[in-house]
């Protein structure tokens, strides 16, 4: 099946900084991508709808100037958590349908597990 | 929007038993459910899916079944086995690339040996 690809699978930083996550479709062009937010022992949310060459869709409640979220290319969407604060700990997931004829399976990364002290 | 509700969000079994976990969606131009499945820290993984035009779908141990007029569907695991333990999540969506993907809250299936 297709791959998505995520960086960094795990990051720590300072309470104040920005982090930037990175997700790839490594075969295949996706001009959606989609990133969700997943806390522990709780159920994937979905932040935003990252669309190719445009802006983002946010979720009601997901600050978008809080998440900025840039889909520059077919392959690559990235998150950038601003001025993190420890509440922003946690598990961030990508993923992307492959929109090739007949494929509507979504397709995760592999997820970033972000801590913010 | 879409909301998907799940049940139980825990549920306990013998091995070689039978595992059900059901679920109800609310918008009825959601013609896309696929079930995942996720170990701990790492990414969900798609085990079986169903679309709107199919009643019911069967790969091996795993079944699904649909029904679109009550909005419902549910996941049946038949042998259950050890390595079955996980948390599945349910979803629902419209069968497009851009069309958002909407979770079930989970179930936490644990296999007795």
């Known amino acids: 099946g297709a791959v998505v690809s995520q960086h960094p699978s795990r990051v720590i930083c300072k309470s104040g900084t920005s982090v930037k996550i990175e997700c790839r479709s490594l075969?295949?062009?996706?001009?959606?991508m989609f990133w969700y937010r997943q806390f522990p022992k709780q159920s994937l949310m979905l932040m935003a709808t990252s669309n190719e060459g445009s802006k983002a869709t946010y979720e009601q409640g997901v600050e978008k100037d809080k998440f900025l979220i840039n889909h520059a290319s077919l392959t690559l969407s990235t998150l950038t958590v601003t001025s993190a604060h420890p509440e922003d700990s946690s598990f961030y997931i990508c993923?992307?349908?492959?929109?090739?004829?007949?494929?509507?399976?979504?397709?995760f990364g592999p997820g970033t597990r972000l801590t913010v002290l | 929007g879409e909301n998907v509700e799940q049940h139980p969000s825990t549920l306990s079994v013998q091995e070689g038993d039978s595992a059900v976990i059901k679920c109800t969606y609310s918008d009825s131009a959601s013609n896309y459910f696929p079930w995942y499945k996720q170990e701990l820290g790492k990414r969900p993984q798609l085990i079986i899916d169903?679309?709107?035009?199919?009643g019911e779908k069967k790969d091996q141990r795993i079944a699904v079944t649909l029904n679109k007029t009550a909005k419902h569907f549910s996941l049946h695991i038949t042998e259950t086995q050890p390595e079955d333990s996980a948390v599945y999540f349910c979803a629902a969506s419209r069968k497009t690339s851009y069309d958002k993907v909407i979770f079930g809250p989970g179930t936490s299936l644990s296999v007795i040996p």
């Open positions: 993923s992307a349908r492959d929109p090739r004829v007949g494929s509507d399976t979504q397709y």
């Open positions: 075969d295949f062009q996706a001009t959606t």
């Open positions: 169903i679309r709107s035009n199919v």
